[in-house]
């Protein structure tokens, strides 16, 4: 259930220019810090928007610092502009990217609320080596949410790559002062769900075979299971938090 696999909507990625995700990787060599994005918008005078993790960026970096290239690795992007959140809890970075000849994304449809919840998704990492795209599909098949009645509260994202460890807390959702007391330390909501997960996926779209965009991986492993659970779990956004996220964005940069 947990296996990596190229699924069928890997024939997709026949035109590679196409594929919905970009790479992020450390300038130098060997390549380290591996991350990925996919492009979330585009303007009408043909930049793209990208939308990632900000811990796929050490904070004191500079944007300059990475590459950010399309999935046949030669291909790169030019970064505009890096934009964050207000709070720096939330664990997304979109960029601004010049136009690039020849390059069409696929663009993913957003479900109109987050009930949508389809029987099979995809979520994707990159992997370090040559001989191809850097690109490793998972499949899910049976996905669901875990506990509904739980809210995932998660630490900023500086705070725990400074403290190396995953800072996360699970509250029922009748626990309204634990949420209140977690947020006012500037931790973040987000969901989660079965879904196969390993470091490198982070900031991975999270879509159907339809192309739905479901949301965007933050944070994946087996260490948050507990007796009453089996397999990985993976924190997410859901699109409807990404696209509150990046109107804010937009109308604080008058973009």
Not at 10 to 22: C, Q, T
Request: neutral net charge; proline residues 7%; contains cysteine.
């Amino acid at each position: 259930m947990h296996s990596i696999v190229r699924p069928k909507v890997d024939l997709v990625f026949k035109r590679i220019k196409r594929a919905p995700v970009f790479t992020i990787t450390r300038r130098g060599i060997p390549p380290t810090g591996r991350s990925v994005g996919f492009v979330f918008d585009t303007f009408p005078d043909g930049r793209h928007v990208l939308a990632s993790v900000g811990h796929a960026l050490d904070p004191e970096n500079d944007p300059r610092a990475y590459r950010f290239g399309l999935l046949d690795a030669v291909t790169e992007l030019t970064i505009e502009q890096y934009l964050t959140p207000n709070n720096p809890a939330d664990d997304v970075a979109f960029f601004i990217a010049k136009p690039v000849e020849g390059f069409d994304p696929i663009r993913f449809e957003r479900p109109n609320n987050e009930k949508f919840l389809p029987a099979v998704v995809y979520n994707s990492c990159n992997a370090v080596g040559s001989g191809g795209p850097p690109l490793i599909l998972g499949r899910q098949s049976d996905t669901i949410k875990i506990h509904t009645n739980l809210v995932i509260m998660a630490a900023p994202w500086k705070e725990m790559k400074a403290e190396g460890d995953a800072r996360v807390k699970t509250l029922q959702h009748t626990d309204e002062e634990g949420i209140r007391e977690c947020t006012e330390k500037g931790w973040s909501r987000m969901n989660y769900m079965t879904l196969f997960s390993r470091p490198g996926f982070s900031g991975s779209p999270i879509w159907d075979d339809r192309w739905n965009l479901y949301g965007m991986g933050v944070r994946g492993t087996k260490s948050w299971k507990n007796e009453d659970t089996i397999g990985d779990f993976l924190a997410y956004y859901p699109a409807s938090t990404l696209d509150r996220l990046w109107k804010d964005l937009r109308a604080r940069h008058e973009l």
